[in-house]
């Protein structure tokens, strides 16, 4: 019996795992911070074995309360990922399997990998529609890049959308992708007619060192990148650092910032009311928005979701309060479970990668209903 978490985004700490029957483990901390959640790893075992798994020390980690009700992932393939019933006690979080293979990958959520990324970016770089544009360089000295899809020009809709600042919300590039796939699909009406009113500029990873290094939450030096857009520095967040400066080049007239929540099964949005600058306009860009999604799918709801900021009280160290300010722009958080959508549960595989894939296409319906509005 093995257990290894030596590639990419790979996180786990073995503390006994003498017997298949008791395998207890613990999550490393983010570098140089005290957030820990995510996980990644791979166990090898004799096959038809039940293997009982253990994950200690959890009423300590970065969010509680995401380990109730939730079921860890798992894969045999690494491309088809199911859940594993599991059982949370407060701090201790268990689940079984009898190995169907000799190896077996478990995850908090379904890894988007570093080569996948690339990837991403070298296949969109081919199309006519799309340039693909270097930013600059993180900590650890991968690159910060960004896609701009559609051509520029002085009447068109500037959109922005970022993903994955928290690189253990793989989630949100997952759903990134599903954005760009429809955004490059020429036979697509929608994309084809959005791309005619905007440009687009999508960086489908934020934090693309903490993804590598099985971060939950942080970069290589322990920033939390959703509180750096105030005053980012090269030094400690460049990867903010760059993007803000790209948006100040070209402008602002939507910005989605794409996450995922850990304890809230649901699909659902957080605006920018208590951001100075909010006004009768961009309140009724926001319910406009979420109007239009919520007629697009399901999948959405306005029901759940974060408390709203009381008026000039927001964080403006956040992404959406920080750039919504400064260009005075519709500016939204759209936030996806971890678990599963309680609205529509899947008890197999819970909140997937087709899933978030869809939801992305389906993004662009209601930015298509609200372009029209973005400057008048």
Same mark, same amino acid.
């Given at each position: 019996?093995?257990?290894?978490?030596?590639?990419?985004?790979?996180?786990?700490?073995?503390?006994?795992?003498?017997?298949?029957d008791d395998i207890m483990?613990?999550?490393?901390?983010?570098?140089?911070?005290?957030?820990?959640?995510?996980?990644?790893?791979?166990?090898?075992?004799?096959?038809?074995?039940?293997?009982?798994?253990?994950?200690?020390?959890?009423?300590?980690?970065?969010?509680?309360?995401?380990?109730?009700?939730?079921?860890?992932?798992?894969?045999?393939?690494? *491309?088809?990922?199911?859940?594993?019933?599991?059982?949370?006690?407060?701090?201790?979080?268990?689940?079984?399997?009898?190995?169907?293979?000799?190896?077996?990958? @478990?995850?908090?959520?379904?890894?988007?990998?570093?080569?996948?990324?690339?990837?991403?970016?070298?296949?969109?770089?081919?199309?006519?529609?799309?340039?693909?544009?270097?930013?600059?360089? $993180?900590?650890?000295?991968?690159?910060?890049?960004?896609?701009?899809?559609?051509?520029?020009?002085?009447?068109?809709?500037?959109?922005?959308?970022?993903?994955?600042?928290?690189?253990?919300?793989?989630?949100?590039?997952?759903?990134?992708?599903?954005?760009?796939?429809?955004?490059?699909?020429?036979?697509?009406?929608?994309?084809?007619?959005?791309?005619?009113?905007? =440009?687009?500029?999508?960086?489908?990873?934020?934090?693309?060192?903490?993804?590598?290094?099985?971060?939950?939450?942080?970069?290589?030096?322990?920033?939390?990148?959703?509180?750096?857009?105030? $005053?980012?520095?090269?030094?400690?967040?460049?990867?903010?650092?760059?993007?803000?400066?790209?948006?100040?080049?070209?402008? =602002?007239?939507? /910005?989605?910032?794409?996450?995922?929540?850990?304890?809230?099964?649901?699909?659902?949005?957080?605006?920018?009311?208590?951001?100075?600058? /909010?006004?009768?306009?961009?309140?009724?860009?926001?319910?406009?928005?979420?109007?239009?999604?919520?007629?697009? $799918?399901?999948? @959405? *709801?306005?029901? @759940?979701?974060?408390?709203?900021?009381?008026?000039? *009280?927001?964080?403006?160290?956040?992404?959406?309060?920080?750039v919504g300010q400064a260009?005075?722009?519709?500016?939204?958080?759209?936030?996806?479970?971890?678990?599963?959508?309680?609205?529509?549960?899947?008890?197999?595989?819970?909140?997937?990668?087709?899933?978030?894939?869809?939801?992305?296409?389906?993004?662009?319906?209601?930015? /298509?209903?609200?372009?029209?509005?973005?400057?008048?």
């Open positions: 019996m093995q257990i290894s978490s030596l590639f990419d985004s790979g996180n786990i700490r073995v503390i006994r795992a003498e017997q298949p483990l613990a999550i490393n901390k983010d570098n140089q911070s005290d957030f820990y959640q995510w996980f990644h790893f791979r166990l090898t075992g004799e096959v038809n074995r039940l293997h009982t798994l253990h994950i200690s020390d959890l009423a300590s980690s970065a969010y509680p309360k995401g380990w109730e009700g939730y079921n860890v992932l798992a894969s045999y393939d690494r *491309q088809t990922w199911f859940r594993v019933d599991s059982e949370f006690n407060g701090d201790i979080l268990t689940f079984s399997i009898a190995l169907e293979q000799p190896q077996v990958y @478990f995850a908090y959520f379904i890894p988007y990998s570093y080569e996948r990324h690339l990837d991403l970016l070298a296949d969109a770089q081919c199309s006519p529609l799309c340039e693909l544009k270097y930013l600059g360089d $993180t900590l650890d000295g991968r690159d910060m890049s960004m896609l701009v899809i559609g051509e520029q020009g002085e009447d068109k809709r500037n959109i922005w959308i970022t993903a994955r600042q928290h690189p253990g919300e793989s989630m949100a590039q997952w759903c990134a992708e599903g954005i760009i796939a429809r955004l490059l699909d020429e036979q697509d009406g929608l994309s084809r007619a959005l791309l005619e009113k905007a =440009v687009f500029y999508i960086v489908p990873n934020m934090n693309p060192d903490g993804s590598a290094r099985g971060h939950l939450r942080t970069n290589a030096v322990g920033a939390n990148l959703n509180r750096e857009w105030k $005053t980012p520095t090269p030094e400690r967040s460049p990867e903010v650092y760059c993007v803000l400066n790209a948006m100040h080049e070209v402008g =602002v007239d939507m /910005y989605l910032d794409l996450h995922g929540d850990e304890a809230l099964p649901y699909n659902f949005v957080a605006g920018s009311e208590g951001i100075p600058a /909010y006004n009768d306009k961009l309140k009724a860009l926001e319910n406009q928005f979420k109007d239009a999604l919520l007629m697009a $799918t399901p999948e @959405f *709801q306005d029901e @759940f979701g974060y408390a709203k900021d009381k008026p000039r *009280q927001a964080d403006l160290t956040i992404a959406s309060n920080a260009f005075e722009c519709l500016a939204y958080t759209i936030e996806m479970p971890f678990k599963d959508n309680n609205n529509l549960p899947d008890p197999l595989f819970g909140w997937s990668v087709q899933r978030c894939q869809q939801f992305g296409e389906d993004i662009l319906v209601a930015a /298509y209903n609200v372009v029209g509005s973005l400057r008048t």
